[in-house]
Protein backbone atom coordinates (compact mmCIF):
# COMPACT_ATOMS: atom_id res chain seq x y z
CA UNK A 1 0.00 0.00 0.00
CA UNK A 2 1.68 3.57 -0.62
CA UNK A 3 2.55 5.40 2.33
CA UNK A 4 0.13 8.66 3.07
CA UNK A 5 1.29 11.98 2.51
CA UNK A 6 1.14 14.44 5.70
CA UNK A 7 2.04 18.23 4.42
CA UNK A 8 2.93 20.37 7.57
CA UNK A 9 2.66 24.26 6.56
CA UNK A 10 4.64 26.25 9.18
CA UNK A 11 4.58 29.86 9.47
CA UNK A 12 6.89 30.41 12.36
CA UNK A 13 9.84 33.24 11.83
CA UNK A 14 12.51 32.72 14.50
CA UNK A 15 15.03 29.81 14.51
CA UNK A 16 14.18 27.65 16.27
CA UNK A 17 10.75 28.74 15.90
CA UNK A 18 7.76 27.82 18.69
CA UNK A 19 5.61 27.29 16.15
CA UNK A 20 7.85 24.84 14.18
CA UNK A 21 7.85 23.16 17.57
CA UNK A 22 4.50 22.82 17.48
CA UNK A 23 4.31 21.70 14.29
CA UNK A 24 6.50 19.18 14.44
CA UNK A 25 4.87 17.79 17.92
CA UNK A 26 1.76 17.58 16.02
CA UNK A 27 2.86 15.58 13.27
CA UNK A 28 4.41 13.07 15.44
CA UNK A 29 1.11 12.46 16.81
CA UNK A 30 -0.24 12.00 13.37
CA UNK A 31 2.15 9.67 12.36
CA UNK A 32 1.99 7.38 15.81
CA UNK A 33 -1.97 7.59 15.22
CA UNK A 34 -1.80 6.10 11.68
CA UNK A 35 1.31 3.89 12.50
CA UNK A 36 -0.64 0.63 13.27
CA UNK A 37 -2.32 0.78 9.65
CA UNK A 38 -0.01 3.10 7.25
CA UNK A 39 3.45 4.57 7.00
CA UNK A 40 3.61 7.79 6.49
CA UNK A 41 5.63 10.38 4.49
CA UNK A 42 5.83 13.63 6.07
CA UNK A 43 6.89 16.99 4.54
CA UNK A 44 7.18 19.93 5.70
CA UNK A 45 6.84 23.54 4.26
CA UNK A 46 8.76 26.61 6.14
CA UNK A 47 7.21 29.30 4.67
CA UNK A 48 9.78 31.69 6.26
CA UNK A 49 12.35 30.34 3.45
CA UNK A 50 9.41 30.81 0.86
CA UNK A 51 8.39 34.44 1.74
CA UNK A 52 10.52 36.42 -1.23
CA UNK A 53 8.90 33.83 -3.43
CA UNK A 54 5.23 33.99 -1.99
CA UNK A 55 5.79 38.06 -2.64
CA UNK A 56 6.82 37.51 -5.82
CA UNK A 57 3.41 35.42 -6.62
CA UNK A 58 1.24 37.74 -5.99
CA UNK A 59 3.25 40.58 -7.71
CA UNK A 60 3.80 38.37 -10.59
CA UNK A 61 0.59 36.01 -10.94
CA UNK A 62 2.40 32.78 -10.65
CA UNK A 63 4.71 31.00 -8.81
CA UNK A 64 8.74 30.62 -8.82
CA UNK A 65 9.93 26.71 -9.17
CA UNK A 66 10.29 26.23 -5.39
CA UNK A 67 6.98 27.86 -4.52
CA UNK A 68 5.20 25.66 -7.04
CA UNK A 69 6.80 22.85 -5.80
CA UNK A 70 5.61 23.65 -1.99
CA UNK A 71 2.28 24.30 -3.25
CA UNK A 72 1.80 21.05 -5.17
CA UNK A 73 3.04 18.89 -2.42
CA UNK A 74 -0.04 20.80 -0.30
CA UNK A 75 -2.30 19.90 -2.82
CA UNK A 76 -1.43 16.42 -3.53
CA UNK A 77 -1.33 15.84 0.66
CA UNK A 78 -3.45 13.28 2.12
CA UNK A 79 -3.44 15.38 5.53
CA UNK A 80 -2.58 19.23 6.32
CA UNK A 81 -1.23 20.73 9.70
CA UNK A 82 -0.93 24.18 9.31
CA UNK A 83 0.35 26.12 11.76
CA UNK A 84 1.14 30.00 12.09
CA UNK A 85 1.95 32.87 14.82
CA UNK A 86 -0.77 35.22 15.97
CA UNK A 87 0.03 38.50 15.20
CA UNK A 88 -2.14 41.35 15.87
CA UNK A 89 -5.29 39.16 16.68
CA UNK A 90 -5.36 37.15 13.64
CA UNK A 91 -2.89 34.68 11.33
CA UNK A 92 0.19 35.85 10.24
CA UNK A 93 0.42 38.03 6.97
CA UNK A 94 2.70 35.34 5.40
CA UNK A 95 0.57 32.46 6.61
CA UNK A 96 -2.50 34.27 4.71
CA UNK A 97 -0.70 34.69 1.22
CA UNK A 98 0.57 31.34 0.56
CA UNK A 99 -3.22 30.69 1.10
CA UNK A 100 -3.88 33.47 -1.10
CA UNK A 101 -1.87 32.09 -3.82
CA UNK A 102 -2.95 28.52 -3.82
CA UNK A 103 -5.62 26.99 -6.51
CA UNK A 104 -9.10 27.43 -4.34
CA UNK A 105 -9.77 23.87 -5.02
CA UNK A 106 -6.32 22.64 -3.75
CA UNK A 107 -7.93 21.95 -0.42
CA UNK A 108 -11.18 20.11 -1.33
CA UNK A 109 -12.28 17.91 0.84
CA UNK A 110 -8.76 17.79 2.71
CA UNK A 111 -8.47 16.77 6.40
CA UNK A 112 -6.75 19.54 7.92
CA UNK A 113 -5.33 20.36 12.05
CA UNK A 114 -5.03 23.72 12.31
CA UNK A 115 -2.96 25.42 15.47
CA UNK A 116 -1.02 28.19 16.27
CA UNK A 117 1.16 29.66 18.84
CA UNK A 118 1.02 33.20 20.66
CA UNK A 119 2.55 35.22 23.52
CA UNK A 120 -0.79 34.82 25.27
CA UNK A 121 -3.41 32.36 25.86
CA UNK A 122 -5.83 35.65 25.22
CA UNK A 123 -5.73 35.03 21.96
CA UNK A 124 -6.25 31.66 21.22
CA UNK A 125 -9.93 31.91 20.06
CA UNK A 126 -8.45 33.73 16.80
CA UNK A 127 -8.00 29.99 15.72
CA UNK A 128 -11.85 30.04 15.35
CA UNK A 129 -12.39 33.14 14.53
CA UNK A 130 -9.85 33.61 11.67
CA UNK A 131 -7.88 30.14 10.68
CA UNK A 132 -11.27 27.85 10.97
CA UNK A 133 -13.02 30.10 8.37
CA UNK A 134 -10.02 30.20 5.97
CA UNK A 135 -10.17 26.71 5.60
CA UNK A 136 -14.18 26.60 5.47
CA UNK A 137 -14.14 28.78 2.37
CA UNK A 138 -11.00 26.76 0.80
CA UNK A 139 -13.31 23.60 1.42
CA UNK A 140 -11.26 22.01 3.73
CA UNK A 141 -12.57 19.72 6.55
CA UNK A 142 -11.11 21.01 9.38
CA UNK A 143 -10.69 18.15 12.80
CA UNK A 144 -12.93 19.47 15.78
CA UNK A 145 -9.75 20.28 17.78
CA UNK A 146 -7.50 23.11 16.90
CA UNK A 147 -4.12 23.08 19.11
CA UNK A 148 -3.07 26.88 20.89
CA UNK A 149 -0.07 26.83 22.30
CA UNK A 150 0.57 29.81 24.25
CA UNK A 151 4.15 30.81 25.89
CA UNK A 152 3.17 29.27 29.29
CA UNK A 153 1.32 26.10 27.51
CA UNK A 154 5.17 24.79 27.54
CA UNK A 155 5.64 24.26 31.13
CA UNK A 156 2.41 24.22 33.22
CA UNK A 157 -0.47 21.78 33.18
CA UNK A 158 -3.70 22.55 31.16
CA UNK A 159 -7.51 23.55 32.68
CA UNK A 160 -10.02 20.86 33.68
CA UNK A 161 -11.56 21.03 30.43
CA UNK A 162 -9.08 21.28 27.98
CA UNK A 163 -6.14 19.42 29.03
CA UNK A 164 -3.08 20.47 28.50
CA UNK A 165 -0.79 20.58 26.00
CA UNK A 166 0.15 17.38 25.10
CA UNK A 167 -3.02 16.10 25.62
CA UNK A 168 -4.74 18.84 23.21
CA UNK A 169 -1.65 17.90 20.56
CA UNK A 170 -2.51 13.83 21.10
CA UNK A 171 -6.35 14.06 20.55
CA UNK A 172 -6.03 16.63 17.84
CA UNK A 173 -3.39 14.72 15.81
CA UNK A 174 -5.76 11.72 16.73
CA UNK A 175 -8.58 13.37 15.26
CA UNK A 176 -6.71 14.34 11.50
CA UNK A 177 -5.00 10.54 11.68
CA UNK A 178 -8.84 9.16 11.70
CA UNK A 179 -9.85 11.36 8.74
CA UNK A 180 -6.92 10.89 7.00
CA UNK A 181 -7.12 6.90 6.97
CA UNK A 182 -11.03 6.73 5.94
CA UNK A 183 -10.48 8.85 3.42
CA UNK A 184 -9.77 7.98 -0.44
CA UNK A 185 -6.69 8.25 -2.30
CA UNK A 186 -6.04 12.40 -3.26
CA UNK A 187 -7.50 12.65 -6.44
CA UNK A 188 -5.22 13.78 -9.33
CA UNK A 189 -5.66 17.24 -11.48
CA UNK A 190 -8.75 17.20 -13.41
CA UNK A 191 -8.43 19.51 -16.35
CA UNK A 192 -11.71 17.53 -18.52
CA UNK A 193 -13.09 20.35 -20.59
CA UNK A 194 -16.25 21.15 -21.27
CA UNK A 195 -16.95 19.82 -24.87
CA UNK A 196 -18.12 23.29 -26.81
CA UNK A 197 -21.48 21.82 -28.07
CA UNK A 198 -22.37 21.72 -24.90
CA UNK A 199 -21.20 25.22 -23.79
CA UNK A 200 -23.07 26.48 -26.65
CA UNK A 201 -26.15 24.44 -25.70
CA UNK A 202 -26.58 25.89 -22.18
CA UNK A 203 -26.70 29.16 -23.65
CA UNK A 204 -29.93 28.40 -25.61
CA UNK A 205 -32.73 31.18 -24.98
CA UNK B 1 5.59 31.66 -40.01
CA UNK B 2 4.59 35.31 -39.35
CA UNK B 3 6.41 37.50 -37.25
CA UNK B 4 5.36 40.90 -35.78
CA UNK B 5 4.87 43.21 -32.31
CA UNK B 6 1.74 43.58 -30.21
CA UNK B 7 1.16 46.43 -28.20
CA UNK B 8 -0.60 46.94 -24.92
CA UNK B 9 -0.88 50.76 -25.33
CA UNK B 10 0.15 51.81 -21.91
CA UNK B 11 0.79 55.18 -21.10
CA UNK B 12 3.75 54.76 -18.32
CA UNK B 13 6.37 57.22 -16.71
CA UNK B 14 9.93 56.60 -18.40
CA UNK B 15 11.52 55.54 -15.11
CA UNK B 16 14.89 56.63 -15.95
CA UNK B 17 13.90 60.76 -16.70
CA UNK B 18 10.99 60.73 -15.42
CA UNK B 19 9.01 61.73 -18.36
CA UNK B 20 5.27 60.93 -18.68
CA UNK B 21 4.40 60.74 -22.30
CA UNK B 22 0.91 62.61 -23.67
CA UNK B 23 -2.10 60.26 -24.80
CA UNK B 24 -1.40 62.22 -28.30
CA UNK B 25 2.68 61.29 -28.12
CA UNK B 26 1.68 57.68 -27.12
CA UNK B 27 -0.62 57.14 -29.61
CA UNK B 28 1.46 58.92 -32.59
CA UNK B 29 4.18 56.77 -30.98
CA UNK B 30 1.90 53.29 -31.70
CA UNK B 31 1.75 54.38 -35.07
CA UNK B 32 5.52 54.92 -35.43
CA UNK B 33 5.98 51.38 -34.31
CA UNK B 34 3.73 50.47 -37.13
CA UNK B 35 5.23 52.01 -40.15
CA UNK B 36 8.74 50.67 -38.63
CA UNK B 37 7.49 47.25 -38.07
CA UNK B 38 6.86 46.79 -41.98
CA UNK B 39 9.84 49.02 -42.43
CA UNK B 40 12.15 46.34 -40.83
CA UNK B 41 10.17 43.71 -43.02
CA UNK B 42 7.95 42.01 -39.81
CA UNK B 43 4.49 40.67 -40.93
CA UNK B 44 1.78 41.73 -38.04
CA UNK B 45 1.23 44.75 -36.03
CA UNK B 46 -1.35 44.28 -33.42
CA UNK B 47 -2.72 46.81 -30.62
CA UNK B 48 -4.53 45.90 -28.02
CA UNK B 49 -8.21 47.60 -26.77
CA UNK B 50 -8.84 49.06 -22.96
CA UNK B 51 -11.33 51.92 -22.21
CA UNK B 52 -9.43 52.66 -18.94
CA UNK B 53 -6.38 55.35 -18.25
CA UNK B 54 -3.54 54.74 -18.49
CA UNK B 55 -4.14 52.89 -21.99
CA UNK B 56 -5.08 54.90 -24.83
CA UNK B 57 -6.20 52.68 -27.49
CA UNK B 58 -10.11 52.09 -27.12
CA UNK B 59 -10.89 52.40 -31.14
CA UNK B 60 -8.68 49.66 -32.59
CA UNK B 61 -9.87 49.70 -36.15
CA UNK B 62 -9.63 53.59 -36.68
CA UNK B 63 -5.49 53.21 -35.24
CA UNK B 64 -5.36 50.19 -38.05
CA UNK B 65 -7.58 52.26 -40.34
CA UNK B 66 -4.81 55.02 -40.33
CA UNK B 67 -1.99 52.55 -40.37
CA UNK B 68 -3.41 50.61 -43.26
CA UNK B 69 -3.07 53.81 -45.46
CA UNK B 70 -0.07 54.40 -44.72
CA UNK B 71 1.58 50.73 -45.22
CA UNK B 72 1.54 48.05 -47.99
CA UNK B 73 2.46 44.33 -46.74
CA UNK B 74 1.78 44.75 -42.99
CA UNK B 75 -1.05 42.44 -41.90
CA UNK B 76 -3.05 44.78 -38.98
CA UNK B 77 -4.58 42.60 -36.16
CA UNK B 78 -5.50 42.66 -32.50
CA UNK B 79 -4.33 41.64 -29.64
CA UNK B 80 -7.34 41.42 -28.46
CA UNK B 81 -10.50 42.67 -29.35
CA UNK B 82 -12.87 42.49 -26.49
CA UNK B 83 -15.69 39.94 -27.65
CA UNK B 84 -17.35 40.39 -23.87
CA UNK B 85 -18.15 43.98 -23.83
CA UNK B 86 -18.28 44.56 -27.52
CA UNK B 87 -21.40 44.33 -29.66
CA UNK B 88 -20.58 41.46 -31.97
CA UNK B 89 -22.93 43.13 -34.59
CA UNK B 90 -19.95 46.51 -34.43
CA UNK B 91 -17.46 44.21 -34.18
CA UNK B 92 -18.52 42.15 -37.28
CA UNK B 93 -19.18 45.63 -38.96
CA UNK B 94 -16.22 47.74 -38.03
CA UNK B 95 -13.57 44.68 -39.14
CA UNK B 96 -14.65 44.48 -42.16
CA UNK B 97 -14.89 47.42 -42.89
CA UNK B 98 -11.11 47.40 -42.35
CA UNK B 99 -10.38 44.42 -44.25
CA UNK B 100 -11.65 46.41 -47.48
CA UNK B 101 -9.35 49.87 -46.75
CA UNK B 102 -6.70 47.72 -45.72
CA UNK B 103 -7.35 45.09 -49.11
CA UNK B 104 -7.58 41.87 -46.73
CA UNK B 105 -4.66 42.71 -44.73
CA UNK B 106 -6.51 42.15 -41.42
CA UNK B 107 -7.11 39.75 -38.84
CA UNK B 108 -8.12 39.98 -35.13
CA UNK B 109 -7.70 38.05 -31.80
CA UNK B 110 -10.32 37.77 -29.05
CA UNK B 111 -10.23 38.18 -25.53
CA UNK B 112 -12.38 38.46 -22.63
CA UNK B 113 -10.75 41.61 -21.09
CA UNK B 114 -10.10 41.02 -17.51
CA UNK B 115 -10.38 44.26 -15.90
CA UNK B 116 -13.76 43.70 -13.85
CA UNK B 117 -14.85 47.82 -14.25
CA UNK B 118 -15.00 47.77 -17.72
CA UNK B 119 -18.15 45.28 -18.27
CA UNK B 120 -20.28 47.85 -16.71
CA UNK B 121 -19.41 50.22 -18.89
CA UNK B 122 -20.51 48.51 -21.47
CA UNK B 123 -23.64 47.46 -19.75
CA UNK B 124 -21.92 43.55 -19.43
CA UNK B 125 -22.35 41.71 -16.04
CA UNK B 126 -18.18 40.16 -15.58
CA UNK B 127 -19.31 37.09 -13.87
CA UNK B 128 -21.15 35.90 -17.22
CA UNK B 129 -17.41 36.56 -18.91
CA UNK B 130 -16.78 32.79 -20.53
CA UNK B 131 -20.85 32.92 -21.38
CA UNK B 132 -20.81 36.39 -23.25
CA UNK B 133 -17.42 35.18 -25.09
CA UNK B 134 -19.32 32.33 -26.38
CA UNK B 135 -22.65 34.18 -26.94
CA UNK B 136 -20.78 36.78 -28.67
CA UNK B 137 -18.66 34.95 -30.58
CA UNK B 138 -20.69 32.66 -32.16
CA UNK B 139 -23.17 35.54 -33.36
CA UNK B 140 -20.00 37.32 -35.04
CA UNK B 141 -18.94 34.06 -36.41
CA UNK B 142 -22.48 33.70 -38.12
CA UNK B 143 -22.48 37.63 -39.14
CA UNK B 144 -19.62 37.18 -41.73
CA UNK B 145 -20.95 34.05 -42.94
CA UNK B 146 -24.52 34.22 -43.72
CA UNK B 147 -25.67 37.78 -45.66
CA UNK B 148 -28.74 37.82 -43.69
CA UNK B 149 -29.10 36.64 -40.33
CA UNK B 150 -32.25 36.01 -37.28
CA UNK B 151 -30.57 35.24 -34.19
CA UNK B 152 -31.65 34.94 -30.83
CA UNK B 153 -29.42 34.91 -27.76
CA UNK B 154 -29.24 35.86 -24.09
CA UNK B 155 -27.01 38.79 -24.05
CA UNK B 156 -28.01 41.26 -26.64
CA UNK B 157 -31.61 41.92 -28.59
CA UNK B 158 -32.85 39.76 -30.96
CA UNK B 159 -32.15 40.44 -34.75
CA UNK B 160 -34.25 39.64 -37.48
CA UNK B 161 -33.44 39.46 -41.16
CA UNK B 162 -30.24 41.83 -40.33
CA UNK B 163 -27.47 42.17 -43.08
CA UNK B 164 -23.90 43.21 -41.25
CA UNK B 165 -22.21 45.78 -44.09
CA UNK B 166 -20.12 45.72 -45.53
CA UNK B 167 -19.90 42.06 -46.66
CA UNK B 168 -16.10 40.53 -45.74
CA UNK B 169 -13.99 41.19 -48.55
CA UNK B 170 -13.98 38.34 -51.24
CA UNK B 171 -16.58 37.19 -49.05
CA UNK B 172 -13.48 35.78 -46.91
CA UNK B 173 -14.00 36.45 -43.25
CA UNK B 174 -11.20 37.88 -41.15
CA UNK B 175 -8.79 35.43 -39.32
CA UNK B 176 -9.70 35.05 -36.18
CA UNK B 177 -7.34 34.07 -33.49
CA UNK B 178 -8.71 33.14 -29.72
CA UNK B 179 -6.35 34.75 -27.36
CA UNK B 180 -5.76 33.27 -23.99
CA UNK B 181 -4.02 33.05 -20.53
CA UNK B 182 -5.62 30.81 -18.46
CA UNK B 183 -9.02 29.48 -19.68
CA UNK B 184 -9.08 25.96 -21.35
CA UNK B 185 -12.82 26.82 -22.55
CA UNK B 186 -11.05 29.34 -24.57
CA UNK B 187 -8.63 27.14 -26.40
CA UNK B 188 -11.71 24.34 -26.77
CA UNK B 189 -13.86 27.52 -28.46
CA UNK B 190 -10.79 28.14 -30.73
CA UNK B 191 -10.34 24.40 -31.53
CA UNK B 192 -14.15 23.62 -31.69
CA UNK B 193 -14.44 26.57 -34.63
CA UNK B 194 -11.05 25.63 -36.20
CA UNK B 195 -9.79 28.90 -35.62
CA UNK B 196 -6.59 30.34 -34.42
CA UNK B 197 -5.54 29.95 -30.47
CA UNK B 198 -2.64 32.42 -29.21
CA UNK B 199 -1.05 31.65 -26.12
CA UNK B 200 0.17 35.11 -24.18
CA UNK B 201 2.88 33.49 -22.47
CA UNK B 202 4.49 36.60 -21.78
CA UNK B 203 4.35 36.64 -17.88
CA UNK B 204 4.09 32.99 -17.47
CA UNK B 205 5.89 29.80 -17.27
CA UNK B 206 5.59 27.42 -19.96
CA UNK B 207 4.69 24.53 -18.21
CA UNK B 208 1.16 26.16 -17.51
CA UNK B 209 0.87 27.10 -21.88
CA UNK B 210 2.27 23.57 -22.73
CA UNK B 211 -1.30 22.29 -21.01
CA UNK B 212 -2.98 25.04 -22.82
CA UNK B 213 -1.78 24.91 -26.24
CA UNK B 214 -1.48 20.95 -25.79
CA UNK B 215 -5.47 20.83 -25.41
CA UNK B 216 -6.20 23.45 -27.93
CA UNK B 217 -4.30 20.95 -30.69
CA UNK B 218 -5.82 17.83 -29.21
CA UNK B 219 -9.46 19.37 -29.67
CA UNK B 220 -8.75 20.95 -32.98
CA UNK B 221 -7.81 17.36 -34.58
CA UNK B 222 -11.14 15.98 -32.31
CA UNK B 223 -13.52 18.39 -34.27
CA UNK B 224 -11.96 17.43 -37.88
CA UNK B 225 -10.06 20.54 -38.55
CA UNK B 226 -7.05 18.79 -39.66
CA UNK B 227 -3.90 17.13 -37.34
CA UNK B 228 -2.83 18.37 -33.91
CA UNK B 229 0.37 19.39 -35.65
CA UNK B 230 -1.91 21.47 -38.37
CA UNK B 231 -4.00 23.79 -35.79
CA UNK B 232 -2.99 27.20 -35.62
CA UNK B 233 -0.84 28.76 -32.89
CA UNK B 234 0.65 31.54 -32.29
CA UNK B 235 2.93 32.84 -29.26
CA UNK B 236 4.09 35.89 -27.46
CA UNK B 237 7.43 37.50 -26.43
CA UNK B 238 9.11 39.78 -24.98
CA UNK B 239 12.83 41.45 -25.66
CA UNK B 240 15.19 44.47 -24.93
CA UNK B 241 18.50 44.04 -27.20
CA UNK B 242 21.94 45.77 -27.53
CA UNK B 243 24.55 44.07 -29.05
CA UNK B 244 26.51 43.24 -25.87
CA UNK B 245 24.63 41.13 -23.46
CA UNK B 246 25.82 42.88 -19.98
CA UNK B 247 24.80 46.39 -22.36
CA UNK B 248 21.23 45.03 -22.36
CA UNK B 249 20.89 44.13 -18.74
CA UNK B 250 22.29 47.23 -17.66
CA UNK B 251 19.75 49.88 -19.79
CA UNK B 252 17.04 47.45 -18.99
CA UNK B 253 17.17 46.84 -15.23
CA UNK B 254 15.71 50.38 -14.12
CA UNK B 255 12.43 49.84 -16.91
CA UNK B 256 12.23 46.14 -15.63
CA UNK B 257 12.54 46.78 -12.16
CA UNK B 258 9.63 49.71 -12.10
CA UNK B 259 7.25 47.71 -14.91
CA UNK B 260 4.08 48.49 -14.20
CA UNK B 261 3.24 44.36 -14.56
CA UNK B 262 5.96 42.28 -13.07
CA UNK B 263 8.01 45.69 -11.52
CA UNK B 264 9.31 45.67 -8.02
CA UNK B 265 8.96 42.20 -7.89
CA UNK B 266 11.05 38.86 -8.80
CA UNK B 267 14.83 40.29 -10.08
CA UNK B 268 15.16 40.49 -13.98
CA UNK B 269 17.35 37.37 -13.91
CA UNK B 270 14.38 34.95 -11.64
CA UNK B 271 11.96 36.64 -14.26
CA UNK B 272 14.07 36.07 -17.61
CA UNK B 273 14.54 32.72 -16.36
CA UNK B 274 11.17 31.67 -15.86
CA UNK B 275 9.24 33.38 -18.23
CA UNK B 276 9.98 34.20 -22.27
CA UNK B 277 11.50 37.98 -21.65
CA UNK B 278 14.73 37.77 -23.46
CA UNK B 279 17.16 40.76 -22.14
CA UNK B 280 20.19 40.32 -23.70
CA UNK B 281 21.74 39.90 -26.83
CA UNK B 282 20.11 39.52 -30.59
CA UNK B 283 21.72 35.56 -30.41
CA UNK B 284 20.13 35.23 -27.06
CA UNK B 285 16.81 36.23 -28.34
CA UNK B 286 17.33 33.69 -31.07
CA UNK B 287 18.23 30.99 -28.58
CA UNK B 288 15.23 31.44 -26.33
CA UNK B 289 12.28 32.38 -29.33
CA UNK B 290 13.51 28.99 -30.91
CA UNK B 291 13.53 27.24 -27.78
CA UNK B 292 9.81 27.67 -28.44
CA UNK B 293 8.95 25.33 -30.88
CA UNK B 294 10.36 22.69 -28.67
CA UNK B 295 7.44 23.47 -26.08
CA UNK B 296 5.00 24.12 -28.66
CA UNK B 297 5.53 22.34 -31.99
CA UNK B 298 5.37 23.87 -34.96
CA UNK B 299 3.56 27.31 -34.84
CA UNK B 300 2.33 30.18 -37.44
CA UNK B 301 2.72 33.32 -35.43
CA UNK B 302 5.58 35.00 -32.85
CA UNK B 303 3.80 38.42 -31.64
CA UNK B 304 6.73 40.70 -29.70
CA UNK B 305 6.15 43.03 -26.99
CA UNK B 306 8.61 45.89 -27.84
CA UNK B 307 7.09 48.92 -26.12
CA UNK B 308 7.01 48.45 -22.80
CA UNK B 309 7.77 49.38 -19.53
CA UNK B 310 7.84 52.67 -20.46
CA UNK B 311 10.69 53.13 -22.84
CA UNK B 312 11.15 55.57 -24.73
CA UNK B 313 10.31 55.40 -28.93
CA UNK B 314 13.39 55.87 -29.91
CA UNK B 315 14.55 53.19 -28.36
CA UNK B 316 11.40 51.31 -29.61
CA UNK B 317 12.78 52.08 -33.06
CA UNK B 318 16.27 50.85 -32.34
CA UNK B 319 14.82 47.70 -31.00
CA UNK B 320 12.98 47.24 -33.78
CA UNK B 321 15.74 47.76 -35.84
CA UNK B 322 17.71 45.02 -34.12
CA UNK B 323 14.80 42.69 -34.45
CA UNK B 324 14.25 43.03 -37.88
CA UNK B 325 17.79 43.39 -39.27
CA UNK B 326 19.60 40.85 -36.82
CA UNK B 327 16.72 38.41 -35.15
CA UNK B 328 13.76 37.82 -37.42
CA UNK B 329 15.89 36.90 -40.53
CA UNK B 330 17.67 33.95 -38.63
CA UNK B 331 14.27 33.11 -36.81
CA UNK B 332 12.80 32.63 -40.32
CA UNK B 333 15.54 30.43 -41.75
CA UNK B 334 15.77 28.02 -38.49
CA UNK B 335 11.73 28.08 -38.28
CA UNK B 336 11.88 26.92 -41.80
CA UNK B 337 14.32 23.72 -41.33
CA UNK B 338 12.72 20.71 -40.57
CA UNK B 339 8.91 22.08 -41.10
CA UNK B 340 6.70 19.89 -42.09
CA UNK B 341 5.22 20.73 -45.11
CA UNK B 342 1.60 19.50 -43.70
CA UNK B 343 2.14 22.32 -40.99
CA UNK B 344 0.48 25.44 -42.36
CA UNK B 345 1.88 29.09 -42.68
CA UNK B 346 0.88 31.56 -41.13
CA UNK B 347 -3.03 32.77 -42.08
CA UNK B 348 -3.66 35.38 -45.02
CA UNK B 349 -7.01 36.57 -46.74
CA UNK B 350 -4.63 35.22 -49.66
CA UNK B 351 -4.46 32.06 -48.29
CA UNK B 352 -7.96 31.91 -46.91
CA UNK B 353 -9.61 33.19 -50.16
CA UNK B 354 -7.43 30.02 -51.91
CA UNK B 355 -8.62 27.70 -49.72
CA UNK B 356 -12.42 28.96 -50.13
CA UNK B 357 -12.26 28.50 -54.00
CA UNK B 358 -10.87 24.90 -53.61
CA UNK B 359 -13.77 22.83 -54.42
CA UNK B 360 -15.03 20.66 -51.88
CA UNK B 361 -15.46 17.12 -52.71
CA UNK B 362 -19.04 16.31 -52.94
CA UNK B 363 -20.54 14.40 -50.05
CA UNK B 364 -23.86 12.71 -52.12
Redesign the interface.
Known sequence: MKPMNLVVVTAGLGKPSTTRLLADRLAEGAVRSLAGERTVETQVVELRDLAVDI??N?????P??RLRDALEAVRRADGLIAVTPIFTASYSGLFKSFFDVIDNSALDGKPVLVAATGGTARHSLALEHALRPLFAYLRAIVVPTAVYAASEDWGTAGDAATGDLATRIARASGELAGLMSHRPAAAGRS?T?????Q??A??R? | MQFGIFTVGDVTMDPVTGRMPSEHERIKAMVAIALKAEEVGLDVFATGEHHNPPFVPSSPTTMLGHIAARTERLILSTATTLITTGDPVKIAEDFAMLQHLADGRVDLMLGRGNTGPVYPWFGKDIRQG??LA??NY?LLHRLWREDVVDW???FRTPLQSFTATPRPLDGVPPFVWHGSIRS??I???A??YGDGFFANNI???KE?FI?LVG?YRE?FAH?GHGTPEQAVVGLGGQVFMRARSQDAVREFRPYFDNAP??????SLE??TE?TPLTVGSPQEVIDKTLTFRDSFGDYQRQLFLMDHAGLPLKTVLEQLDILGAEVVPVLRREFAAGRPAAVPDGPTHEALLAAAARPVPASS
Open positions: ANLVTGFGADVVPFEQLALP | IPIEAEGRPEAEQAYFWPHQLRYVYGHGPEFQ
